[in-house]
């Protein structure tokens, strides 16, 4: 997985090509087969929406910006009318119109730093959930966890896999892109997929779009400010 490791990156946006489901499948059993799990139990559960849920892609995406004043309005038609709205404009600022100089401000002021998460148009999207599993050993199956132990353990293996198949992805020249959470939740925005309060987190594969929003390459940081030698 080195040159994955090395050659994968996120993307912003992208493209409506569709890598081979084989590709991905081989990609799942690879992620599934190699990814470590503490004390081998995988406290968390994957959901792969692919192509076909594209209109339901479309419908959720609205749903991914996480600027409170949306919550604020009582969940209903209204909300769900405002929400794509907003996004509407947000997605038109970023790919309807010219690129200028300090168009990125402009767009952070316009919507108070909060963006949405297109990634979840991915055409595979994969949603990561809590399993609530809690046994902490299989050897000893009578001791159980905390419910707030499966919290912390499920964001971990869903971690992994997550990055795994990402890497895994990348060594077959298709792009990624993560995103924690769904997290305006309403009754009113009807699509296929499943949108609750156990998502851990989402990871979308596809091909990039060509657009400046996507980075030609990753931010790395300092080493220094991530290891300190003892």
């Given amino acids: 997985m080195g040159d994955g490791i090395r050659d994968r990156r996120s993307v912003m946006f992208f493209n409506d090509d569709i890598p081979d489901k084989n590709i991905i499948d081989d990609i799942i059993l690879d992620s599934v087969t190699y990814t470590p799990n503490k ?21 959720l995406v609205i749903q991914t910006n996480c ?52 990634q979840v148009l991915a055409p595979y999207l994969f949603i990561f959930y809590n399993k609530h599993e809690n046994k902490g050993d299989l050897l000893t199956p009578n001791i159980k966890m905390e419910e707030s132990d499966t919290q912390i ?27 924690q959470d769904i ?20 990871l979308g594969l596809g091909y990039p779009l060509e657009t400046k929003w996507n980075p030609k390459k990753r931010v790395v940081p300092e080493v220094e400010k991530v290891v300190e030698w003892q």
């Fill in 153 to 179: 353990k499920a964001t971990q293996s869903s971690s992994m896999h997550a990055y795994n198949i990402a890497c895994l992805a990348a060594e077959k020249n298709i792009s990624s892109s993560f995103c």
């Fill in 39 to 59: 004390c081998t139990i995988p406290y968390h559960k994957v959901k792969v929406y692919g192509p076909e849920y594209k209109d339901d892609k479309e419908k």
């Fill in 67 to 118: 600027d409170p004043e949306y919550k604020k309005i009582p969940d209903g038609e209204e909300r769900i009318k405002f929400a794509r709205s907003e996004y509407e404009e947000w997605i038109r600022m970023h790919l309807k119109v010219p690129r200028q100089a300090n168009q990125k401000s402009v767009i952070r002021k316009r919507f108070n730093y909060y963006n949405f998460n297109p």
């Fill in 183 to 202: 997290t305006l939740h309403t009754e009113y925005n009807d699509h296929r997929i499943d949108v609750n309060y156990d998502i851990v987190m989402c």
